[in-house]
């Protein structure tokens, strides 16, 4: 089975702070993506950063970017200088590449950036 | 506009009333999904299709149908609506190589009475 975790439902960040946002996946397949996406209040689904299994480097998307770390099946999100639009709930989700495959989310973490 | 479209967005009716929530998308993807989203449980995946005549259950399949018979439209189906049923529902696009990114449609809010 596959499966997506994440543990904090609820995060707070102080304004231009950076954040960590805690995910961690079990798989078998050796082949395999990670996605973060963000959900604002107004309830769209917004795709922030991908990282496949086989990258070498870290993926990076202006102040998203992913510390994956393959051993401990740990895929965090880091936000760097927080703005208050990054409150949002975020959600971690996985797929096996290039199969065309089932996806599977975590339950979200709840961000709130404090002025 | 590249767009994921969910008819309608909120349904209010009643348990044992078929109903049928539309989506189509304009991006020519081969992948559409169907997720459920309920408070505390995360997003989970009711079928997903990976192009016209093929879907696969996920997750979270009972109590659902879908059909894929033109590539730009994947509807979902609850012939007999329960109040389990009750939740936020999204429908997803995406190409077929795994590290693309899905494109969500806005939601449809339904409630079973």
């Known amino acids: 089975a596959q499966k997506i975790t994440q543990t904090q439902p609820g995060m707070f960040v102080q304004e231009k702070e950076a954040v960590t946002l805690d995910c961690t996946y079990d798989?078998?397949?050796?082949?395999?993506?990670l996605f973060w996406y963000k959900q604002p209040s107004s309830g769209e689904m917004i795709f922030l950063i991908y990282?496949?299994?086989?990258?070498?480097q870290n993926a990076t998307e202006g102040r998203y970017s992913l510390n994956f770390q393959k051993a401990r099946k740990s895929a965090n999100l880091v936000i760097s200088a927080s703005q208050l639009g990054d409150s949002a709930m975020y959600f971690c989700?996985?797929?096996?590449?290039?199969?065309?495959?089932?996806?599977?989310f975590g339950t979200g973490t709840s961000l709130t950036v404090i002025p | 506009e590249a767009q994921v479209t969910q008819n309608p967005r909120y349904l209010i009716t009643v348990t044992g009333k078929k109903l049928t929530v539309t989506c189509s998308q304009n991006?020519?993807?081969?992948?559409m999904s169907w997720y459920r989203q309920d408070p505390g449980l995360g997003l989970r995946q009711i079928y997903y299709?990976?192009?016209?005549?093929?879907?696969d259950k996920g997750d979270v399949p009972e109590g659902y149908k879908v059909s894929r018979k033109e590539k730009r439209n994947f509807p979902l189906i609850l012939e007999s609506p329960s109040p389990n049923q009750t939740s936020l529902y999204f429908c997803?696009?995406?190409?077929?190589?795994?590290?693309?990114?899905?494109?969500f449609g806005d939601g449809t809010r339904l409630s079973i009475l």
């Open positions: 991006m020519n993807h081969e992948y």
């Open positions: 299709s990976m192009n016209v005549e093929v879907t």
């Open positions: 989700a996985m797929s096996p590449p290039n199969t065309g495959n089932q996806f599977y």
């Open positions: 798989t078998s397949d050796p082949s395999y993506g």
């Open positions: 990282q496949g299994s086989y990258d070498q």
């Open positions: 997803a696009s995406s190409y077929i190589q795994g590290n693309q990114p899905q494109h």
